[in-house]
């Protein structure tokens, strides 16, 4: 496993960490969660992203379960804002004192006095200038139950907005698929010396390579994947990235390297429900793209964006 300081939050984060959307997944065996995660932190994984959310809290307890056996520091970022029980992301909602009271609760969970990292669960612009969220996250940093801020990002100009407004970190949408967050989210992150970590780097296991084009998902898989003509535009891309698949390196992996690139990203942090997926997955660490490859990955983008689709 490799590691980058996380920007100004100046944490050594394993550069392939672990998505906990899918911990604690409900109509699944609650024994087969625990040894990823302990797998995952047998291959070097010190960084974990989850939600108070996530399947009503379950992801938090299962990683603050594990977690606080391990033999070295762990960190866990986890977001508010997303009601619990429902998960009804429409509604979320970012006031202080949701926040205050949230936090306690996921400070339960996950057996730890503080948060290292905690966020915004996806707010759009309009609420970062509207919630009253700050009141909530600068009283959390005075009494040392918050080390820093950040958002998981709705849209990359709810990104650039919440750096402008002192977030220490952002989670972003980036992937072979879609590079736009280096128009101008990326850059204003690096200049600001702002963490990075990138969600969805497989582009929802499309990037797994599995899917064939022509043909839909089936409904057990179509776990908030793009549907009808934006699936099969995605699918046909995928068929023209075939040849980062070669000895040693899976689609997967070549996905997870290429978002490692850019100079602005610090860890990258695909989800995984088997421990046969985390370890492809931590594979990617210990790998690079060649000078080819990303050559040829640049001019497929170039031709991408010229079609005004991603």
């Known amino acids: 496993m490799k590691f980058r300081v996380f920007g100004r939050t100046g944490l050594e984060l394993s550069t392939v960490s672990m998505g906990g959307n899918r911990l604690g997944d409900p109509g699944e065996d609650p024994d087969q969660w625990p040894p990823i995660v302990e797998r995952a932190l047998e291959l070097g994984v010190n960084f974990f992203d989850t939600s108070n959310s996530y399947n009503q809290g379950r992801s938090e307890a299962i990683l603050g379960e594990v977690t606080k056996r391990a033999s070295f520091p762990t960190y866990i970022a986890t977001k508010v804002g997303v009601p619990v029980e429902t998960n009804d992301f429409p509604n979320r909602e970012f006031s202080a004192r949701t926040i205050l009271r949230e936090v306690e609760e996921s400070l339960l969970r996950m057996r730890r006095d503080a948060l290292d990292l905690y966020m915004l669960h ?30 998981s990002t709705d849209d990359h100009p709810s990104g650039v907005e919440a750096i402008r407004r002192g977030a220490d970190f952002l989670q972003v949408d980036y992937s072979i698929l879609d590079p736009t967050a280096e128009d ?25 390579g599995k899917f064939p084009p022509g043909q839909a998902i089936p409904s057990e898989q179509q776990w908030r994947r793009p ?64 000078a080819e490859e990303r050559r040829r990955i640049a001019a497929l983008q170039h031709e991408w964006r010229a079609s005004g689709r991603w």
């Open 184 to 208: 101008e989210l990326l850059p204003c992150a690096r200049e600001h010396d702002v963490g990075i970590m990138v969600r969805m780097p497989l582009a929802r296991g499309l990037l797994s």
């Open 122 to 151: 996806s707010p759009t612009v309009k609420q970062l200038a509207s919630d009253d969220w700050q009141v909530a996250i600068d009283r959390l940093k005075e009494q040392g139950k918050v080390r820093f801020f950040g958002i």
């Open 227 to 290: 549907r009808g003509e934006q699936l099969q535009l995605r699918l046909a891309r995928i068929e023209q990235l075939r040849f980062l698949e070669r000895p040693g390196q899976t689609m997967a992996q070549a996905a997870i390297r290429w978002t490692l690139c850019h100079r602005a990203v610090h860890c990258s942090i695909p989800g995984a429900r088997t421990v046969p997926q985390l370890e492809s997955n931590c594979a990617a660490a210990d790998g690079e793209l060649t």
